[in-house]
């Protein structure tokens, strides 16, 4: 049998990859937070719709773009990520292998595709996954993933694929962990931070595609796609991948907007501020609605129910969301003006 | 959403979602897929639909095998294009038989990267004659030579 070097690395399922990671790094150099204040004081909460040859299909995001999470984060409470990206595999194997040895556990971004411990139905190409390695022998890694309930083993040469792959968004071996986290952080400053970059994100930035203007945009074209699709199976697929989107693939539930609300509960508590208690029930609520976008996705995906009337209807609920998510940005953003 | 209404039983795909518990705090709770349990079946009908439908095209020598796996793995063509080091009007090109026999051994087997698979299965398919498929089983092994593979069928 060959023995794992493990680092003791406490396992905790999160709602999304990239804070559960941050989260999980910080909690073990010592600092007690949460995932959702993680996401809040970064200000992740989004929404994007693309059209973009480098995915298959039109798609959206519900999150800002990866990375941002560690970067604003950091940026937000003064606590300092190494990192380092490489040309050569063998460099970026060695670090990786030299840290474990130190007792350091580090993030990788990795091609989720590889993760072969999740089921093959979850899997798919996105270059912009992270785990964290927290141990290692002579043929596999021991890794943490934030969507996978243990601790998990992948070969070395199946990480050095995921880490190693070229395509959009390519790794290059990517890495990141803690290296400062200061002393005293002014938590009640960063989450206010946290939150002006969600409303302005959400409600000012002037590109058609981004914020609330991208969930109008999403609204029209959706109508759309059966234009575009190859047949009625794959307009059913594409049609459900917004409830995949939506719930499943890392978003804490209805694409983030759970994890918000929590983040603004945490907040409200934090600062000794009701506002933001109310603020965080209308944002569950608002949750609760795209959640019922999920389910009726999901409902006419699976009965091949897409005709235009029913996806104009799925197109009404989306514009009745950016009405709502427009009102409650724009009040946010009157709080921390 | 009240975390009572949330919970689905499904252990082979967990998440964590993010609930309103019963003291009306919000939190995280560990859950099986809502997607997995209820829409599982459908996923499979489809991809098998799809790849009935490709495989018949690709003996036809109507696609090639590039078109026939980009589209079963999911890929954009942008992102397939960056990964196997070719443009995207290459890739397009690359779609139709009677250019995908034209290319280098050496980029047939970075397409076969890409799609983390042998080289071998870009010339061929492996099915099971029967439909009891769990009887047999196929596995692959890959050798030092990146060109060359080992299969082994077993029958149970």
Redesign the interface.
């Known amino acids: 049998m060959v023995i794992m070097k493990e680092i003791n690395f406490e396992h905790k399922?999160?709602?999304h990859c990239e804070s559960?990671t941050v989260t999980a790094l910080l909690n073990h150099n010592g600092l007690d937070i949460s995932?959702?204040m993680v996401f809040g004081i970064s200000g992740n909460i989004f929404f994007g719709y693309f059209e973009?040859?480098?995915?298959?299909f039109p798609t959206f995001i519900v999150r800002n773009k990866p990375g941002s999470i560690r970067k604003n984060f950091g940026k937000n409470t003064g606590v300092k990520f190494n990192t380092a990206s490489f040309k050569s595999k063998e460099k970026g194997e060695k670090y990786v292998n030299d840290l474990i040895s130190n007792n350091i556990p580090t993030a990788v971004q990795v091609d989720f595709?590889?993760m072969d411990y999740l089921?093959e139905?979850?899997r798919?190409?996105i270059n912009v996954h992270f785990v964290t390695i927290i141990g290692k022998n002579e043929t596999d890694y021991l890794v943490s993933d934030?969507?996978?309930?243990e601790k998990a083993k992948i070969s070395i040469s199946r990480m050095s694929?995921a880490r190693f792959?070229?395509?959009?968004m390519?790794p290059k071996g990517f890495l990141f962990y803690p290296e400062y986290i200061p002393d005293n952080i002014d938590l009640d400053k960063a989450i206010i931070k946290g939150i002006k970059k969600s409303a302005y994100n959400m409600t000012k930035l002037p590109v058609p595609f981004l914020g609330i203007k991208g969930m109008r945009k999403f609204a029209k074209k959706v109508v759309g796609w059966p234009k575009i699709a190859r047949d009625i199976?794959?307009l059913?697929?594409e049609i459900?991948k917004i409830?995949?989107l939506l719930?499943?693939q890392?978003t804490?539930?209805?694409g983030y907007r759970?994890?918000f609300?929590?983040f603004l509960?945490e907040a409200s508590e934090k600062l000794n501020e009701n506002s933001f208690k109310d603020m965080?029930k209308r944002m569950?609520e608002i949750?609760?609605n795209w959640?019922n976008i999920s389910y009726f996705a999901?409902k006419i995906?699976?009965n091949r129910d897409l005709g235009p009337e029913r996806l104009k209807e799925l197109s009404n609920m989306i514009n009745d969301r950016a009405d709502e998510e427009h009102l409650f940005f724009t009040d946010l953003y009157k709080l921390v003006k | 959403?009240k975390e009572k209404d949330?919970y689905v039983e499904f252990k082979?795909?967990?998440?964590?979602?993010?609930?309103?518990k019963d003291d009306d705090?919000?939190?995280?709770m560990?859950t099986g897929?809502?997607?997995?349990k209820?829409?599982?079946d459908?996923?499979?009908e489809?991809v098998e639909?799809?790849e009935k439908s490709l495989r018949e095209q690709l003996k036809k020598g109507e696609i090639s095998p590039v078109y026939y796996y980009m589209i079963l793995?999911?890929?954009?063509?942008?992102?397939?294009a960056?990964?196997?080091?070719v443009s995207?009007r290459k890739l397009r090109q690359h779609f139709q038989m009677s250019n995908f026999t034209k290319l280098k051994l050496s980029q047939i087997k970075k397409y076969a990267e890409?799609f983390?698979i042998p080289v071998a299965s870009l010339f061929q398919l492996i099915l099971s004659k029967h439909d009891e498929k769990r009887k047999i089983s196929i596995k692959q092994t890959v050798t030092q030579n990146p060109y060359f593979i080992i299969t082994k069928v077993e029958i149970a």
């Open positions: 399922m999160g709602a559960g995932e959702p973009s040859s480098n995915f298959p595709y590889y089921p139905w979850q798919v190409h934030s969507y996978f309930p694929k792959v070229n395509g959009f390519a199976d794959h059913s697929h459900m409830t995949l719930e499943d890392g804490g539930g209805a759970y994890l609300a929590t509960q965080s569950m949750g609760d959640r999901a995906g699976k | 959403m949330v082979p795909h967990q998440l964590v979602l993010y609930v309103e705090s919000f939190g995280p560990q897929s809502f997607m997995a209820n829409y599982l459908d996923y499979f489809k639909k799809w793995q999911s890929f954009g063509e942008g992102d397939l960056s990964r196997a080091g995207k890409a983390d």
